[in-house]
């Protein structure tokens, strides 16, 4: 996606571009980033969202009911 693109969407969407810009160009946000790229795949996060539930790792989207299964067994698994 170029970088028109994103100021187009950006723009349109009320954000303001030029502090955008500023934040796209800031050191900071790409050591953020790393500190968070490199745990994650440590892991096996491959992308947004992961969740990790209990000890198990969940890729993508989960809806509301496949979540709360998941924290169910998670408890479970701890009173066992």
Same mark, same amino acid.
Request: aromatic share 4%.
């Given at each position: 996606m170029?970088?028109?693109i994103?100021?187009?969407v950006?723009?349109?969407?009320g /954000?303001d571009?030029e502090? /955008?810009?500023e +934040?796209?160009? @800031? @050191?900071?946000i790409?050591?953020?980033?790393?500190?968070n790229i490199?745990?994650?795949?440590?892991?096996?996060?491959?992308?947004t969202?992961?969740f990790v539930?209990?000890? *198990?790792?969940?890729?993508?989207?989960?809806?509301?009911?496949q979540? *709360?299964?998941a924290? +169910?067994d998670?408890?479970q698994?701890?009173?066992?």
């Open positions: 170029s970088s028109e994103i100021f187009t950006a723009k349109e969407s /954000l571009v502090k /955008l810009k +934040d796209m160009a @800031d @050191d900071s790409e050591k953020i980033m790393h500190a490199v745990p994650a795949g440590e892991i096996g996060a491959r992308g969202p992961a539930i209990g000890e *198990q790792m969940f890729g993508g989207a989960m809806k509301y009911e979540m *709360q299964q924290v +169910d998670a408890r698994k701890k009173t066992k």
